[in-house]
């Protein structure tokens, strides 16, 4: 079944709106894990999940309408299904820039995920070093003012 360009491009501004608002909810995640604040984090966890939910489901109801065409699942298949039809070539760069803002929030939720990875390497490195346990031995000075793996154990605290 092929639908109506209206429903077509209500599809893609509804999408455009959820993807301004994920990349909105990227910025404020990122904002909160550069300060730690933890207690912000759940809602806004919460809120990219439900976008990403709605957004899911748009890209299955685009996927299906390029298996009816036998076109491939991917940006260039669907700009070919645009342009297959006189009624929804105008909704191209509409199309281009989702495609181009998607990729930015990708980019985002990237430079989030290394944030979240540099803090639990920082805190499993801390909560070695409390344990007095370490892999390699952390690297610290040492009397001479020069830093290298420490080898051993060392008790910061003996009761």
């Known amino acids: 079944m092929t639908p109506p ?3 077509v491009s209500q599809m893609l501004a509804h999408d455009a709106q959820a993807i301004e608002e994920l990349r909105q909810v990227l910025l404020n995640e990122r904002e909160a894990l ?3 604040d ?3 984090l759940p809602p806004l966890i919460d809120a990219k999940n439900r976008l990403m939910a709605a957004l899911g489901e748009h890209a299955l109801q685009r996927q299906s309408w390029l298996d009816a065409a036998r076109l491939p699942h991917n940006h ?3 700009q070919q299904w645009l342009h297959q039809r006189p009624d929804t070539r105008a909704q191209t760069p509409q199309w281009q820039e989702l495609a181009e803002h998607f990729e ?3 980019a985002l939720n990237d430079i989030n995920g290394k944030i ?3 803090s639990r390497q920082t805190v499993g490195t801390l909560l070695d070093l409390l344990r007095g346990q370490s892999n390699d031995g952390p690297s610290l ?3 001479q003012g020069r830093s290298g793996p420490q080898g051993g154990s060392q008790t910061l ?3």
């Open 5 to 7: 360009a209206e429903s």
């Open 34 to 36: 550069e300060q730690r």
């Open 38 to 40: 933890l207690d912000a």
């Open 76 to 78: 260039e298949g669907w």
């Open 104 to 106: 930015a929030c990708r």
């Open 116 to 118: 979240i990875q540099r």
């Open 141 to 143: 000075y040492n009397a």
């Open 157 to 159: 605290v003996k009761a």
